[in-house]
């Protein structure tokens, strides 16, 4: 059950098995039923989140809409960590769109694991070095970015999801209505080589 | 000369003296004139840059115009940082508002210190931590926010710039034409108890 856990942490740090075991010990387990709530807004994020098994969605609302900010799936790290950094009211909603199964790293057991050795310092750096990467591409995305290389993007990077997720979700994150999406599919399917 | 930089490394670490010795050992110290650029879009970033005197100002330029993303003071971490850790060519332009005295870290020194000890290990995570959350801030104002709201957090977050950065600059950081600012400077002036 924690194989994910393990080669995630090995591919990214030089961890000994002690450490390891170190690790994992203090991982907290959680079964999220489809359309539950990890997090939602106004809330704490306590946790990083292991994503063992499942999909997940992160979120936030403006005048009652809501607006995709990004999904994960198995083998990814998931959080909304300027909130856990900070203790701060979570402006994300963090939502399962279908049976996931976590493992939950809390911010005072990760605090410790930060006292016991460089390798997990290491893991904090890489962990806060990846997340600022995807949330600087995403927004320079946004900024830059057409909508429809926005769409081509996703495609490429998530090609596995493209049957999971539907197709509101993904015009919302893509930034556009589910009408303006399938007009730029179309186009899309239009100009590929049959 | 290095009494800031060592000054700022030990109120985020506790570095022994040996640390400190060899991470001064690293840096490469640069001026730059006002107006003259550290990083130009296009251009990878090769350091982080410990600002020891002067004004920085990060922006990005979309259809000809320029966007300010950031202004840097005297005692900050400067970077395109998303260019410096993946050697792609940067987005932004980074450029000094004055005559302005840097300490530059390259990639590799960053590296090696790395390998070197915890302590470096957790400058690097602090440096990521940050960067995310300050990133994650400006563009969450910038998605919830009134240009109102985003002026007041600038007042309150940059008030020893304020007569430093042409209102032009200002104006381009909170996101509306100058003409706008004056009109949000006159009505917050009006609140305001005399």
Redesign the interface.
């Given at each position: 059950m924690l194989d994910n856990v393990k080669e995630n942490l090995l591919t990214h740090v030089n961890f000994t098995d002690e450490e390891i075991v170190n690790l994992i010990s203090k991982l907290e387990s959680k079964l999220l039923k489809k359309n539950h709530f990890l997090l939602r807004e106004g809330e704490t994020g306590k946790h990083v989140a292991f994503l063992n098994k499942g999909l997940i969605r992160l979120y936030?609302v403006?005048e009652g809409k809501e607006h995709n900010s990004g999904f994960f799936r198995s083998g990814s790290w998931v959080s909304e960590?300027?909130s856990f950094?900070?203790k701060k009211p979570s402006?994300f909603y963090i939502e399962a769109l279908d049976e996931t199964e976590l493992f939950l790293l809390s911010y005072d057991n990760m605090q410790k694991l930060?006292h016991q050795?460089?390798a997990f310092?290491?893991l904090?750096?890489l962990i806060?070095?990846n997340?600022?990467?995807a949330?600087?591409?995403r927004?320079?995305s946004l900024?830059?970015d057409s909508p429809e290389e926005r769409y081509l993007t996703f495609l490429k990077e998530n090609a596995s999801l493209i049957e999971l997720i539907p197709l509101k979700h993904i015009a919302s994150y893509v930034g556009v209505e589910p009408e303006s999406l399938s007009r730029i599919r179309k186009r899309i399917n239009k100009l590929q080589p049959k």
């Open positions: 936030y403006k960590y300027a950094l900070h402006l930060y050795g460089k310092e290491r904090g750096r806060a070095e997340l600022f990467h949330y600087f591409k927004n320079m900024i830059l």
